[in-house]
């Protein structure tokens, strides 16, 4: 079966319930993920978006799972670039692990489809949604704005 | 060791930077697969892939009996903010004003 996929991991010297919290709420979303705002009742079978800063929409979907503060399963389309809307949707899961003094966050994210321009998009993304997310809940601050 | 000596010491050897070229150029892959692009035995991969791994510079995922090898450039990143962005911006600004200087005098 032809499909593309990352997997993306970052070590966090936090809470499971704090990392939760930041990947769940605007408050938190608007710091470290460059100023987008996600819309979505965050329950399962609602749907889910996020907008630019410039009011664009740049992703819909839909919630598929939920579970506090282990995993959440998101099912995602691009809607602002016609050649990656054209791909339909990915899957994109986030998962906690509290290990000692951190939180393992693995970000995978697939489609069913090979050499997924989708996936080359996203995974140029996402290295540095974690980094500022690692060092907003590490240090207060973020890196990048 | 702490998160940045053992990032440094995995991307100290060249064998481990090819595995990270193999796996930018294709993701996913299963040991015996990156075991084919490199003239090593399968052992050697897997001790390389260890490292890699505790760096946290290579994910992996089960996928039934299978075990998948991702690249994470999430530390990279990490790298490039601490290491690379900080020396960058000054030489930057530097550059900024004196176009704004440039600018300015053409207009004045």
Known sequence: ?145 | MNDADLLFKALADPSRRKLLDLLYAEDARTLGALCDHLDMTRQAVTQHLAVLEAANLVATRRRGREKLHFLNPVPLQEIYERWIAKFEKPRLQALHDLRKRLEGKRHG
């Open chain 1, 1 to 145: 079966m032809a499909r593309s996929s990352f997997a993306y991991v970052t070590y966090i010297r936090t809470t499971a319930a704090q990392l939760w919290e930041a990947l769940t709420t605007q408050e938190f979303i608007g710091k470290y993920w460059f100023g987008v705002t996600c819309e979505t009742d965050w329950t399962v079978g609602s749907s889910w978006r996020l907008k630019l800063s410039d009011g664009r929409i740049a992703d819909t979907g839909e919630v598929l799972e939920f579970e506090p503060p282990r995993r959440i399963v998101i099912k995602w389309q691009n809607e602002f670039r016609p050649e990656l809307k054209a791909e339909g949707y990915a899957l994109c899961t986030m998962e906690l692990e509290p290990l000692e003094d951190a939180v393992k966050l693995t970000i995978t994210h697939t489609i069913e489809r090979a050499d997924s321009k989708f996936i080359e998009a996203v995974s140029g993304g996402w290295p540095r949604i974690l980094s500022n997310l690692k060092s907003l809940l590490e240090t207060g601050r973020i890196a990048l704005s």
